[in-house]
């Protein structure tokens, strides 16, 4: 399964600004029967539509504070707007891509987080329908993710983050290794030079010494939590670099390699 996939994790944000060749690239791959599965986020969107609609939330421990009010508008913009936006751009490219959200065919399974008394409707990942992922892969289809899971009664709907879903996706396909997919080249030291391989450990230090700084915090926090299960490694790239994808599957030296 793993030689013909791989899981690749991007935001909305970043997914909507990356340049045509990216998404030629993506083709590229298809059309040499490595298909890529991506999971992606949307904060930026959800946050500006809440605004938009009068509807206030907060943050806690990088997690949205999420109550149904929220989850509607969180299920409208990830599995809608954005979901289809990228399925659209997949597809300009001349790529095959199906857009799908965890609640289709009970694709990501979730039960409340630890602090679901402080971040409500937030959901853990329990199991991944593995099986309706490799056949869209089989199909010959891109599986394009929105981070929506269900309980296991199937009835409640939670919230889930864009990168703890794809860590989940990834294991639960058996694939060792994914893709992070950013607007940076990877994780820079102090001199500001790309660190082509660092340990989970070597992270937790350059962010207590400040080495690690500012906006690149969450990014690599975010990196860190897809290393879950079966997945060893993560390697995060920028899509903005010219035929990214295929450098990473092809074992060029490129972007930074998170370790466990």
């Not at 079966?230 to 994808?245: C, Q, S």
């Amino acid at each position: 399964m793993s030689a013909m996939c791989f899981v690749m994790k991007c935001g909305g944000s970043t997914l909507a600004a990356l340049p045509d060749s990216f998404f030629l690239d993506m083709k590229r791959l298809q059309d040499e029967a490595i298909i890529p599965v991506i999971v992606h986020g949307g904060g930026p969107a959800i946050s500006s539509t809440l605004e938009k609609l009068g509807i206030e939330t907060e943050f806690v421990n990088g997690l949205r504070k999420t109550n149904e009010a929220v989850l509607d508008v969180v299920e409208m913009v990830l599995s809608g707007q954005i979901n289809k936006e990228i399925v659209r751009k997949i597809q300009l490219s001349g790529a095959r891509a199906m857009g799908l959200s965890g609640v289709d065919g009970h694709l990501i399974q979730a039960e409340p987080v630890a602090n679901a008394h402080e971040v409500g409707l937030v959901g853990d990942v329990t199991n991944v329908n593995a099986e309706l992922i490799q056949g869209i892969v089989k199909m010959g289809y891109m599986p394009v993710i929105a981070p929506v899971g269900l309980g296991a009664d199937g009835g409640q709907r939670y919230n889930i983050n864009a990168d703890t879903a794809a860590g989940a996706v990834a294991s639960y396909l058996g694939v060792e290794r994914m893709i992070v997919v950013t607007d940076v080249p990877g994780i820079m030291n102090g001199e500001k030079k790309v660190l082509p391989s660092v340990t989970v450990q070597e992270i937790d230090a350059m962010i207590a010494s400040g080495e690690i700084y500012g906006g690149m915090i969450p990014k690599v926090r975010a990196a860190v939590q897809c290393i879950q299960g079966k997945v060893r490694e993560v390697i995060i790239v920028n899509g903005a670099e010219p035929e990214v994808l295929s450098k990473v599957i092809k074992g060029a030296a490129i972007g930074t390699r998170i370790v466990k």
